[in-house]
């Protein structure tokens, strides 16, 4: 009987399992009223970004797994009036409508190179799913223009000594 219980229990709080589309009049009934001990990511997008998209694919296949979390998504100017395309895709995380941790832009998500995992790990360090992967290992990323302004930095240190 306690097991049925707890799968009663378990199934009471997998109550979502999809992303669902929501408009700036749903905000506060979907996010801020979402409910005691509910966990909210929500993604604010644009149809056209790539990244948008591939952030879109990796929420449809996590709101599968963890479907105790409820994940919303909304068109960015749908939902936050003149918000500038350089902030998408942005990723906020909310718990019992407080908000816990948030991404914006590409960069704060590792661009292009985002893989599903690191989307995963980065929304169970936010407390939002109950993921247990470790870290992901991202390669190195040598930044060319950073090393060229250092270089001739030093190259000009070097010349001015000859002065």
């Not at 049925?4 to 109550?15: I, S, V």
């Not at 589309?21 to 909210?40: H, Q």
């Not at 963890?66 to 990723?91: A, E, G, H, M």
């Not at 292009?112 to 936010?126: P, R, T, V, Y």
Request: aromatic share 8%.
């Amino acid at each position: 009987r306690q097991r049925l219980e707890e799968l009663k229990a378990a199934q009471m709080k997998a109550r979502f399992g999809e992303v669902t589309e929501i408009s700036k009049a749903d905000y506060v009934t979907e996010v801020t009223n979402a409910g005691e001990g509910v966990w909210v990511v929500l993604h604010v997008y644009k149809d056209g970004i790539p990244l948008c998209k591939l952030v879109n694919n990796y929420l449809q296949n996590l709101a599968r797994k963890f479907p105790q979390t409820k994940f919303l998504r909304s068109v960015s100017s749908v939902c936050i009036p003149n918000y500038p395309d350089k902030n998408l895709p942005t990723i906020f995380v909310y718990f019992e409508g407080d908000l816990k941790k948030q991404w914006i832009g590409p960069f704060a998500l590792g661009g292009m190179n985002l893989k599903q995992d690191e989307l995963e790990w980065m929304l169970a360090q936010a407390g939002a799913i109950p993921s247990d992967i470790e870290k992901p290992e991202r390669p190195e990323i040598h930044d060319v223009m950073t090393s060229a302004i250092r270089q001739s930095r030093i190259d000009n240190i070097d010349d001015s000594d000859d002065d």
